[in-house]
């Protein structure tokens, strides 16, 4: 099967790939064209995965097809705009059709709970690995950055923690546990759901925001560097699920909703006079720290004493001693 052919079979004409609201023209020419409204911005972000290094293989393709664009659609989640449009950059080291009918079942269906189109994209040979370009709409001066964050805003995110490196055993098959606390962190890993509507609602409100990707305390710190300030964690108001716990212990837990990574809930500091509006509207706002003068990300304990680890989260080229 050529290039132009899997193309066809397995994506141009998938429901994901059909010409909708801000997409003026999808696959089949050399570009695709998208439009915005005027006083809209164009958001674009890039996930690179790689087999081996962002997920086990061989693993099942059409949890994979899901969790792909959903990582790379949480990065629009965090900017607080509305999904658009993505691009597909497949290597495959051989066709399959099997394979190929199944990864891109799962592409489909998170796209369509996403509200995101398939425009384009490229294919070749090579490793397995999986690069999303994905593109949203936002209003003018209305997007989340993460340079925003003032001495005295809450530390916040939109979700329990760890539920995703706390899987990562399940995955990797290394150890077992029963349906009640296997599934529900299976789940959180192969098909985390982009807070996308957070993110919107979060919009004129978050001083700064991001999606935790790398790990709460790493990710943490790009909104202290990029804001100038200091943020303080309160290691006693991590949001643990009870199956997390059940499977992990609560010190392993807290290991992994502070540094594991594999979360892709928003991360965002806010004005204390905004979190009561946030709360009445039902939003999963938890507080978990502040925002200081200061530089860094300091974790503490009950008693306020800085316990900060060495490791603060997942680095691809982390430099050795």
């Not at 097809?65 to 790379?72: C, D, E, F, K, N």
């Not at 691009?87 to 399959?96: E, H, M, R, S, Y």
């Not at 995703?164 to 529900?184: M, N």
């Not at 790009?222 to 199956?243: C, M, N, W």
């Amino acid at each position: 099967m050529g290039e132009f052919e899997l193309i066809r079979n397995y994506f141009a004409t998938a429901p994901c790939a059909l010409v909708g609201a801000g997409v003026a023209l999808g696959i089949g020419d050399d570009c695709a064209l998208l439009a915005v409204s005027p006083g809209e911005q164009l958001a674009v972000s890039t996930d690179t995965l790689v087999a081996g290094v962002h997920f086990a293989d061989p693993c099942e393709p059409f949890l994979l097809g899901q969790r792909s664009l959903a990582v790379a659609v949480s990065d629009l989640a965090a900017m607080g705009a509305t999904p658009l449009a993505f691009t597909l950059a497949l290597t495959l080291p051989t066709v399959a059709a099997d394979w190929l009918h199944a990864f891109a079942s799962g592409l489909n269906t998170m796209a369509q709970n996403c509200g995101v189109r398939l425009v384009g994209g490229d294919t070749t040979r090579g490793p397995l690995s999986l690069t999303m370009t994905v593109f949203g709409r936002v209003p003018a001066g209305l997007a989340l950055t993460r340079s925003g964050a003032q001495p005295g805003d809450l530390l916040c995110v939109g979700g329990e923690l760890g539920n995703g490196a706390g899987a990562l055993p399940l995955v990797l098959g290394q150890r077992t546990a029963e349906p009640a606390i296997a599934e529900p962190l299976l789940a959180h890993y192969w098909s985390p759901q982009p807070q996308l509507a957070l993110g919107l609602a979060l919009r004129g409100k978050a001083t700064s925001a991001l999606d935790i990707s790398d790990g709460l305390l790493a990710d943490c710190g790009h909104i202290a560097l990029a804001s100038g300030v200091g943020l303080q964690v309160e290691r006693d108001k991590l949001p643990l699920s009870r199956a997390l716990v059940a499977f992990l212990g609560q010190q392993a837990a807290e290991e992994a909703a502070l540094s594991g990574g594999d979360d892709y809930v928003l991360a965002f500091t806010l004005p204390p006079l905004e979190l009561p509006h946030l709360l009445a509207d039902g939003w999963p706002v938890h507080v978990l720290g502040r925002v200081v003068c200061g530089q860094g990300v300091t974790l503490l304990d009950a008693d306020g004493r800085d316990i900060t680890p060495v490791n603060r989260g997942y680095q691809h080229f982390r430099e050795t001693p």
